[in-house]
């Protein structure tokens, strides 16, 4: 398995921190001029390099590895 702290990409990170700051998907869209799609591509991408199920569990083990804060 790949370490996560290294291939998860600046803008999966920066989802993930936005979630972490309760913004729903579309927004996060907007502020990156992204479909929301896009970005659930991101956060699915994401989760599956933290081997996470949910999103909400991603951002947990992204704050557990110090990923974001």
């Known amino acids: 398995m790949t370490d996560p702290c290294q ?3 600046h803008i999966e ?3 993930l921190q936005s979630l972490a ?3 729903p998907v579309a927004s996060i ?3 990156y001029d992204k479909c929301p799609r896009k970005i659930e591509g991101f956060l699915q991408s994401a989760r599956r390099k933290l081997t996470a199920s949910t999103n909400v569990e991603a ?3 992204a704050i ?3 990923l974001i804060s």
Do not use: D, F, H, P
């Open 59 to 61: 951002v947990a083990r």
């Open 21 to 23: 700051l309760g913004k």
């Open 13 to 15: 990170k920066s989802c």
């Open 7 to 9: 291939s998860l990409t």
């Open 29 to 31: 869209a907007e502020q």
């Open 64 to 66: 557990q590895l110090g």
